[in-house]
């Protein structure tokens, strides 16, 4: 747009190729949001030689299945709501500046193509699917999510970062 200006890291074209893996169900878009790490590196892990020492992160969608980092495993593969959320807030601010003009394929290989704007809302519409209330209407805000499963990890009560569910459920309404 021509009274506009943009300042951001990607240009449009590589936007466009980040969104391709990000939006895939087979890299990064999970059935409950973005995952921390790609599905792609449960079967090819990341391994890096370093001085004779390999190192590797794979694709672990749940808890951890090693003591690295304490055996935390917020950051290979589950879902974590606030990157979650920033994305959704980058799609809008990417979305208020192309418009209509920008549309990706939501998933990729779907052939739906789509807005920016509608990408976010897909993506809302799968983070909402985290917290639903139990029997009692009561819903727990967990700390992160199984990457496939969307089941509920680490604390309970994270209402600092997970309650921004609320900010989803009022935008999809």
């Known amino acids: 747009r021509e009274d506009m200006l943009l300042l951001a890291m990607p240009s449009r ?3 466009r190729r980040v969104l391709t893996y990000m939006l895939d169900e087979n890299e990064f878009l999970g059935p409950y949001g973005i995952r921390s790490v790609s599905k792609y590196h449960e079967k090819h892990p990341y ?8 190192m590797s992160v794979k694709y672990t969608p749940g808890e ?7 055996g935390n495993s917020n950051w290979r593969g589950p879902v974590w709501f606030p990157i979650n959320y920033l994305i959704l807030e980058a799609l809008q601010r990417y979305h208020h500046f192309y418009g ?3 549309t990706v394929e ?9 807005t920016l704007d509608k990408v976010a809302q897909e993506i809302e519409r799968r983070l909402i699917k985290l917290c ?13 999510f199984h990457g496939d499963t969307g089941r509920g990890l680490g ?7 997970t309650a921004l569910v609320a900010r989803c459920i009022e935008d999809m309404a």
């Open 13 to 15: 074209e590589r936007l």
């Open 47 to 54: 391994t890096l030689d370093l001085d004779g020492q390999k």
């Open 64 to 70: 951890s299945d090693t003591r690295m980092f304490g």
């Open 100 to 102: 209509e003009t920008f």
């Open 106 to 114: 939501c998933p990729t290989g779907s052939g739906n193509w789509v």
């Open 132 to 144: 639903p209330p139990d029997d009692e209407g009561r819903v727990l805000f967990y700390e992160y």
């Open 155 to 161: 604390a309970s009560h994270q209402t600092g970062w």
